[in-house]
């Protein structure tokens, strides 16, 4: 039998023993290389922006589409996943909401062309809701900021976007039947920074985990009366969503600079 496995008085290896080991060397060269592959491939970034508009009042700064992308850094980040959502704010607590968004996208897999078209077609699409917010009739009797804000914020507080960012085109100016900024009492308070107004509010929706939010307010005043009622009113909201965790930033339009967000 030992002869069986010798020739010319050297041992005799089994050739399909070689091709096995050969095979199964392969594989695990190839099985090693895509999962280096895997592991340099970054996860593509994910953005989602919620931008409410009140149409109780007229407003000077109104929502841009451009200032809006450009938060979404389409450019640098082509291949990352994005939401946008729109909402008005009225006399009543429930608005329409529209929403669009492109899913993200592995740039080694993607078709770089295909990808160009989603981008535009995503562009043309938020352009389309903000263009189409603006033909809304703005001015009403009653204004409901505080509950659809809190819900809104709430549910993108739970969005598992890495980026989640608020713009709120508003006054800020409460006013209900039951309830008003405008009463002189509710603004003094408001103005004392005292608690009173937070509980009131907080007893129709309670403010979750902001933490990881970025809000922006955006209101110009057109007059020096809606200027000082607006300075203090957003002053209380900064307060109230920072000790819930939020970022809060207050201008009359967006910044340019997304450093930070």
């Known amino acids: 039998m030992?002869?069986?496995f010798k020739?010319?008085?050297?041992?005799f290896i089994n050739p399909s023993y070689t091709t096995r080991g050969v095979v199964k060397g392969k594989g695990g060269l190839l099985l090693s290389f895509a999962m280096l592959l895997i592991g340099c491939i970054d996860t593509p970034q994910t953005t989602e922006i919620s931008v409410m508009k009140d149409n109780t009042d007229s407003l000077i700064s109104k929502p841009d589409t451009k200032s809006i992308l450009n938060l979404f850094d389409l450019n640098n980040e082509k291949y990352s996943g994005n939401t946008f959502r729109f909402t008005d704010i009225s006399d009543v607590s429930l608005n329409k909401t529209f929403e669009e968004s492109i899913e993200p996208e592995n740039k080694v897999l993607s078709n770089e062309f295909e990808?160009?078209?989603?981008?535009n077609a995503f562009k043309n699409q938020v352009a389309g809701i903000i263009a189409n917010s603006d033909t809304e009739a703005s001015g009403k009797k009653y204004s409901s900021v505080f509950?659809?804000?809190?819900?809104?914020l709430n549910r993108l507080s739970k969005s598992k976007a890495r980026k989640r960012i608020a713009i709120i085109y508003s006054d800020l100016m409460e006013n209900e039947k039951d309830f008003s900024f405008y009463g002189k009492?509710?603004?003094?308070?408001l103005k004392s920074g005292q608690d009173s107004v937070k509980t009131i509010l907080e007893k129709k929706v309670r403010i979750e985990d902001l933490?990881?939010?970025?809000?922006?307010?955006?209101?110009?005043?057109?007059?020096?009366?809606?200027?000082?009622?607006?300075?203090?009113?957003?002053a209380f909201y900064?307060?109230?969503?920072?000790?819930h965790g939020a970022t809060v930033a207050i201008s009359a339009n967006l910044p340019a600079d997304?450093?930070?967000?």
């Open 115 to 119: 990808r160009d078209e989603k981008i």
């Open 238 to 243: 900064r307060n109230l969503l920072e000790e």
């Open 2 to 4: 030992k002869d069986l």
């Open 147 to 152: 509950v659809p804000m809190a819900n809104e």
């Open 185 to 189: 009492k509710t603004f003094a308070l």
């Open 211 to 234: 933490t990881g939010l970025n809000i922006f307010f955006i209101y110009q005043p057109a007059t020096p009366e809606k200027d000082r009622q607006f300075r203090v009113v957003s």
């Open 258 to 261: 997304r450093r930070g967000l």
């Open 7 to 11: 020739r010319e008085g050297r041992p």
